[in-house]
């Protein structure tokens, strides 16, 4: 099972719609990572948070919005998507930003639709 | 530079046969090499990772060769099982720069 868990699982919105997705962690890590998937592709870097401090953006559009609460939780919030971010959202964390390798803990992902 | 280079896109294996993906990368500086396995409906998972100071790593069924000069590594899965059945991911990375995976590999072990 893995320790990244990533809520919802599946989630679709219109293009007008404000939605959420949360990701926790309780490993201690102090690194943690918001990736998009599309399908047949590798993951794509989208923010990286270091010690609950945003230290890469990845030049995302802001209808993509990052938040850190604490060092466990990690939230991506969505407003007014277009159908083609459509895609699998993955959280992933790290113990350590460690130059952004390492070994990377990823969730399940967030299934999205965008209508 | 950035670029991992993986292939081939899609093996398909028989049970009991070795799987080998390969992988090529252009930056020197390159000096941490996992490989990610993915699971239909699943995140990435680490499956094993080298670094350049040894030319093997061996981890049960599954193994990365490393050749430094010629910019190579790949993955070497023996005894392939249907349960191995999957997508791999190579990536690699240096300093502070961000994970650079590879496009992918889709592999499907027939029983």
Known sequence: DTEVTQTPKHLVMGMTNKKSLKCEQHMGHRAMYWYKQKAKKPPELMFVYSYEKLSINESVPSRFSPECPNSSLLNLHLHALQPEDSALYLCASSQFLAGVAGELFFGEGSRLTVL | ?111
């Open chain 2, 1 to 111: 530079q950035q670029q991992v280079k993986q292939s081939p896109q899609s093996l398909i294996v028989q049970k009991g046969g070795i799987s080998i993906i390969n992988c090529a990368y252009e930056n020197t500086a390159f000096d941490y090499f996992p490989w990610y396995q993915q699971f239909p409906g699943k995140g990435p998972a680490l499956l094993i990772a080298i670094r350049p100071d040894v030319s093997e790593k061996k981890e049960g069924r599954f193994t990365i060769s490393f050749n430094k000069s010629a910019k190579q590594f790949s993955l070497h899965i023996m005894d392939s099982q249907p349960g191995d059945s999957a997508t791999y991911f190579c990536a690699a990375s240096f300093g502070s720069e961000k994970l650079v995976f590879g496009k992918g590999t889709k592999l499907t072990v027939n029983p």
